[in-house]
Nanobody, 120 residues
Framework: QVQLVESGGGLVQPGGSLRLSCAASGRIFSMYGMGWYRQAPGKQRESVATITSGGSTNYADSVKGRFTISRDNAKNTVRLQMNSLKPEDTAVYYC??????????????WGQGTQVTVSS
């Protein structure tokens, strides 16, 4: 069994910063791509930032230059540093990881989500 546990969400004023963390635990044989997604009320879940096992990153246009994704392969963690936050960044943020549990089994796992609210 694999679990992804997120932390770091909360309420912040516009222009402020937050850092989200996600730790994977359990039967992990290998870690592949990891990423952060978000879902605002009434909207579909969207990709925010992704990072490959080799460290290549990709960002949504709306967060480029403000958000930074990073990972620690030794600790099976992924982080999202969010700066210059805007009210439109308000959403539930989900961690995602592509994990192999043995030589054959490999699937996507999701965290439970953490609320980020940007408001004055």
């Amino acid at each position: 069994q694999v679990q992804l546990v997120e932390s770091g969400g909360g309420l912040v004023q516009p222009g402020g910063s937050l850092r989200l963390s996600c730790a994977a635990s359990g039967r992990i044989f290998s870690m592949y791509g990891m990423g952060w997604y978000r879902q605002a009320p009434g909207k579909q879940r969207e990709s925010v930032a992704t990072i490959t096992s080799g460290g290549s990153t990709n960002y949504a246009d709306s967060v480029k230059g403000r958000f930074t994704i990073s990972r620690d392969n030794a600790k099976n963690t992924v982080r999202l540093q969010m700066n210059s936050l805007k009210p439109e960044d308000t959403a539930v943020y989900y961690c995602n990881a592509d994990i192999g549990t043995d030589w054959i089994q490999r699937k996507d796992y999701w965290g439970q989500g953490t609320q980020v609210t940007v408001s004055s």
